[in-house]
């Protein structure tokens, strides 16, 4: 089968997977990116794990799951006071690493606490945050907001299948060869088109949704997805890899697959608070 293909197939499959559970199930929704939390975190620790740098690798994926499913716990079965408990225990997770890094005799504790840390804000935070974003029970603000989330993950797919194909096909002048040679300005511009023509698409099938709003989101998941795709690219050059792992046909690793997620699900959290604050 060739890599398109694969690509292809698996896209799709994921894709649908998790458009169903958005549908139909909150807690299906967030059991798959549990699933993702762990894989993500296991393949960060591990790819980062070489002769300079040896993160907690235990440590930062049993860390990083309890942070996505305390969140997943606080915003699935939402009840007075967790919340709050909740972010005090989140918090202090930050400072385990320190505490663990003392007992096991590493040449440089500074550089493995550091990794460890940041495999846990890079991917489990991220990826927690679209529980909150998730239509969950218990009438929190994000009760209406499915709907942008289901178009914020269709954007992100459309973004980055459109700029893959026209940059297949198309691309000469090189984006940003530094970090990801095989990117294209004609391959960024076409997954750029594509997207937008895709957000006014989904505005006529939308019930409730503004064309204003829906053009921002695509705004800020073109921006800040084209940021996570060249800071994953960027984090697998520094390591001498091309892809973070294999465990996605097509795509490589989870990593390589959710890269643009990692860094505008932030952006687009703090979007939908905007949203309800005007």
Wanted: charged content about 10%; hydrophobic content about 55%.
């Amino acid at each position: 089968m060739s890599n398109f293909w694969a690509r292809t197939i698996t896209g799709l499959s994921m894709v649908f997977l998790i458009l169903a559970t958005l549908c139909f199930t909150n807690i299906g929704f967030a059991a798959i990116f549990l699933l993702v939390t762990i894989l993500g975190l296991i393949e960060f620790y591990t790819i980062t794990n070489n002769g300079d740098c040896q993160p907690q690798k235990l440590t930062g994926t049993i860390l990083g799951t309890i942070w996505y499913l305390l969140s997943a716990w606080s915003t699935l079965w939402p009840a007075q006071g967790r919340s709050y408990l909740s972010v005090v225990l989140l918090i202090s997770f930050f400072f385990v690493p320190f505490v663990m890094e003392i007992f096991r005799k590493k040449e440089k504790p500074l550089l493995n606490v550091a990794v460890t840390i940041m495999g846990m804000i890079y991917v489990a935070i991220p990826l927690s945050l679209l529980n909150f974003m998730n239509n969950p029970r218990g009438g929190t603000i994000f009760n209406h907001f499915a709907a942008y989330l289901t178009v914020y993950f269709l954007i992100t797919w459309i973004y980055d299948t459109g700029a893959y194909l026209v940059g297949m096909n198309f691309g000469k002048h090189k984006f940003f060869e530094r970090i990801s040679p095989k990117k294209t300005w004609e391959g960024t511009i076409g997954g750029v088109v594509v997207a937008a023509f895709a957000a006014t698409g989904l505005y006529f099938i939308s019930d409730g949704i503004s064309l204003a709003a829906l053009l921002i989101l695509t705004g800020l998941v073109i921006l800040f997805g084209t940021f996570g795709d060249l800071a994953e690219s960027l984090f697998k050059r520094s390591l001498n890899l091309k892809d973070s792992g294999n465990i996605l046909p097509g795509h490589g690793g989870i990593l390589d697959r959710f890269d643009t997620i990692f860094i505008s699900a932030p952006f687009v959290f703090l979007y939908f608070v905007f949203l309800i604050m005007i």
